[in-house]
Nanobody, 126 residues
């Protein structure tokens, strides 16, 4: 079964770091554009970051620029989201998603992506 699996979430204090992982079963992530999204309680899901499949160009939403970094490890068939300087407002369920269409500049728009993982919870609290 083709699926995405997120991991790496947890409880962290403000200012701390976490690294989320998105792995795939039965397909190679390097041929897909991958996005990270999050949904906080009572809020709509929002795009966080994405990495394009053509040249690896990355996109970030303004609220995480300079704090989050998306990257690929094709050997491990994994996409990472390194999250530093975490804030309480980063608390959410984080999802990764995949789209096979080719992009130079990937869209951080959930309507683009057809394959989704189940999510991993990130809680930032003291």
């Amino acid at each position: 079964q083709v699926q995405l699996v997120e991991s790496g979430g947890g409880l962290v204090q403000p200012g701390g770091s976490l690294r989320l992982s998105c792995t795939a079963s039965r397909f190679a992530l390097n041929s897909y554009t991958i996005g990270w999204f999050r949904q906080a309680p009572g809020k709509e899901r929002e795009g966080v970051s994405c990495i394009a499949n053509i040249d690896g160009r990355t996109t970030y939403t303004d609220s995480v620029k300079g704090r989050f970094t998306i990257s690929r490890d094709n050997y491990k068939n994994t996409v990472y989201l390194q999250m530093d300087s975490l804030k309480p407002e980063d608390t959410a369920l984080y999802y990764c998603a995949a789209d096979p269409r080719e992009y130079f500049i990937c869209p951080v728009d959930e309507r683009t992506y057809g394959l989704w993982g189940q999510g991993t919870q990130v809680t930032v609290s003291s």
